[in-house]
C-alpha cells in the first residue's frame, strides 16, 4: 500500500469517527478544505461514496460504515502499539483522554493530576467534563470517571474516592417560615429546589434510604436548573430546600449558612470509580495515571 494511500484512509476514520470535518481537521492540524479534499480523493479511486454530507452533519455510508468497521480495529491497535513503545523510554509519555463530571474533576482528578504530571512532562491528558453519561468507547475516549452505580457491568472499574452521601439542606430564613420536614414524604408541602439531569432531561427524583427503605420522591418548587452551582445559590438565598452531594455544603453547614434536615435518611454510597473497557491495553502512562488514583483508604 502507498504512503498516500495509508493516510488518506487514516483521515477517513477521523471524519467518519468525529462525524464533522471541522472537528476531524483539528484533530489532524490539517484544514478543513484540505481534509475534505483527501476523503473526496479516497472516494474517487474506489468509487465509491463513503460520507453522507450536508450542512450540518456528517455520517458514513453503508459503504463507509463496512470500511469504518474493517479499519477502526487495525488503527486502534496500531495506535496501541505505539503508546506502548513509550515503555522503552525512561519515564512513560503519551495522551489520555478522561471523561467526568464536573464535581469529580475537581474534587478527585485535578487534585492528582497537579502533582502527578509536574514529574512526567511527557505525559498529556484531555479531560473533558461532561455531564452526561458519555460512551467511552464510541466517543474515543481512555477511561471514564463516575459513581460506582453508574459504570457499566462490562467495564473494569478502579476505586478512586471515598464513600459519598447526599445532603437535604435549606438557609434558616426559609425554615423560619416553615417547619423542618421529618421524613421525605414531608417534602410535598416544602418548596424544593430542582436539578434538571442532562443524561435524561428529566428531573431528578431525590434519593432516600432508612432500614432498608428506599425511596424516591418527586418535588416541586419555584426554580429548575441543570447547575449544582444555581441549585446552591437559590439554596442559599432561602428559595426552599436543595438536595446536593454532602461535601457541596459541609461549609455552608457547619457555619450555619444552611441547615441539614433528613440526615438519617441519607446513607453513604460508592463513590467516584475510573473505568475503562476490560480489552483495553493499559499504556505505561495510562497505568501510572490509574494506581495515581486509586482510592486507598486513609
Known amino acids: 500500500m502507498q504512503r498516500e494511500h495509508l493516510a488518506d484512509l487514516a483521515a477517513f476514520v477521523t471524519v467518519a469517527r468525529e462525524r464533522s470535518f471541522t472537528r476531524a481537521a483539528a484533530k489532524l492540524g490539517v484544514t478543513q478544505s484540505s481534509l475534505s479534499h483527501t476523503v473526496r480523493r479516497l472516494e474517487s ?10 450542512t450540518r452533519s456528517v455520517a458514513p455510508t453503508d459503504a463507509g460504515e463496512r470500511l469504518l468497521r474493517t479499519l477502526r480495529p487495525a488503527f486502534e491497535e496500531i495506535d496501541a502499539e505505539l503508546a506502548a513503545l513509550s515503555e522503552l523510554r525512561d519515564k512513560p509519555a503519551g495522551s489520555i483522554r478522561i471523561t467526568t463530571s464536573r464535581h469529580a474533576a475537581e474534587t478527585i ?17 484531555e479531560v473533558v467534563v461532561d455531564p452526561g453519561l458519555a460512551d467511552v468507547v464510541a466517543e474515543r475516549f481512555d477511561a471514564g470517571i463516575r459513581l460506582g452505580e453508574q459504570v457499566a457491568k462490562d467495564m473494569i472499574a478502579v476505586r478512586i474516592g471515598p464513600d459519598m452521601r447526599m445532603a437535604a439542606v435549606a438557609a434558616k430564613s426559609y425554615f423560619a417560615r416553615r417547619r423542618p420536614p421529618r421524613v421525605p414524604q414531608d417534602l410535598a408541602h416544602h ?20 432500614a432498608a427503605r428506599e425511596l424516591k420522591v418527586r418535588v416541586d418548587g419555584q426554580f429548575v436548573f441543570n447547575e449544582v452551582a444555581m441549585v446552591l445559590e437559590a439554596a442559599r438565598a432561602g428559595f426552599g430546600i436543595a438536595f446536593v452531594m454532602e461535601d ?18 441519607c446513607p453513604p454510597f460508592s463513590g467516584y470509580h475510573l473505568y ?12 501510572l495515571l490509574v494506581d495515581a488514583l486509586r482510592y486507598r483508604k486513609p
Open 45 to 54: 479511486r474506489l468509487g465509491l461514496r463513503l460520507l453522507a454530507r450536508t
Open 109 to 125: 482528578l485535578w487534585p492528582v493530576l497537579k502533582k502527578l504530571l509536574l514529574d512526567y512532562p511527557d505525559v498529556k491528558v
Open 191 to 210: 418548596q424544593c429546589i430542582n436539578l434538571r439531569l442532562q443524561t435524561a432531561g428529566g428531573l431528578y427524583a431525590w434519593e432516600f434510604e432508612k
Open 248 to 265: 457541596h455544603v459541609r461549609g455552608d453547614i457547619a457555619t450555619g449558612r444552611l441547615v441539614r434536615v433528613l440526615g438519617d435518611w
Open 276 to 287: 475503562y473497557p476490560s480489552r483495553r491495553q493499559l499504556t505505561p502512562a495510562f497505568a
